[in-house]
């Protein structure tokens, strides 16, 4: 390794430590800023909003900067256009690998609430049948979640061993209310272990609005689906539909003009 080449990836490192530590600073700050406006809007008598300016800026700075390191890092391993080249190739290896992960995170997320508005349904009926039976909303949540499992019955069971370990139940059901779709099931948990309301009637009809829910999704999806269908399908038909349809009319149309053209001359 020559001295060129040292000297120009200790350049590359403390560029990109520099970069890193301003990078800290500014996550510092930033976080430093927003508690303060949290805590001015909690203490305010109006709640402040929170516009932060340079989020978006932020972001893709963020996004970039390991771009700019693999490019920095082929410059000054290799050294020159090759460099530049070799940094490039990696650039776009590590864009496209964090373009995979984060396709692979969003659908595992759309999974997941698939799988939640699947479960809800039968969780809000499983809930209602335990309480009518006589036990409480919590060993009722403690009961469905065990048998059920999925994201709603591990929420479910989080939940009830939260608020038996004395949690606070608006903390305790957070987890239940994250899940998509089922946060009026969490706010009536919550009332019911609060106030002691009775909770089987509510959660059969949460159950039927759920599952109602969950059927018109089902329909739309279906809908969609087949109107991408058609497309391609059209697509498919169209070159028989010219060959038996349009040419037979155009070849008969051409020779009749042609048969026209030679009788008259």
């Not at 309301?197 to 999704?217: E, V």
């Amino acid at each position: 390794m020559t001295g060129e080449v040292v000297h120009r990836l200790g350049a590359v490192v403390g560029t990109v430590l520099a970069a890193a530590w301003l990078a800290r600073t500014l996550g510092a700050v930033r976080r430093e800023r927003t508690v303060r406006r949290r805590l001015t809007g909690l203490l305010a008598s109006e709640p402040a909003r929170l516009r932060p300016r340079y989020a978006r800026t932020w972001a893709t700075a963020r996004g970039w900067l390991p771009l700019l390191g693999a490019v920095g890092a082929g410059w000054a391993l290799v050294g020159g256009f090759a460099g530049v080249a070799a940094g490039l190739v990696g650039a776009a290896a590590l864009r496209w690998w964090r373009s995979r992960r984060e396709a692979t995170g969003v659908a595992a997320d759309r999974a997941g609430a698939a799988e939640a508005a699947r479960q809800l349904p039968l969780a809000a009926d499983l809930l209602a049948a335990c309480i009518a039976a006589g036990a409480s909303p919590v060993a009722a949540a403690r009961a469905v979640g065990e048998a059920l499992g999925g994201p709603v019955g591990e929420a479910l069971g989080r939940g009830a061993a939260e608020v038996r370990l004395g949690g606070e139940p608006d903390g305790a059901w957070s987890g239940l209310s994250a899940v998509p779709g089922a946060g009026p099931l969490a706010r009536l948990l919550e009332r019911a272990d609060v106030s002691g309301l009775p909770a089987a009637g509510p959660a059969a009809r949460l159950a039927a609005q759920a599952r109602a829910d969950w059927a018109r999704t089902t329909t739309a999806r279906a809908r969609r689906a087949a109107v991408m269908v058609t497309a391609p399908v059209g697509l498919c038909f169209l070159p028989a539909f010219i060959a038996v349809g349009v040419l037979p009319v155009v070849i008969g149309l051409a020779a009749g003009a042609l048969g026209d053209g030679g009788g008259g001359g």
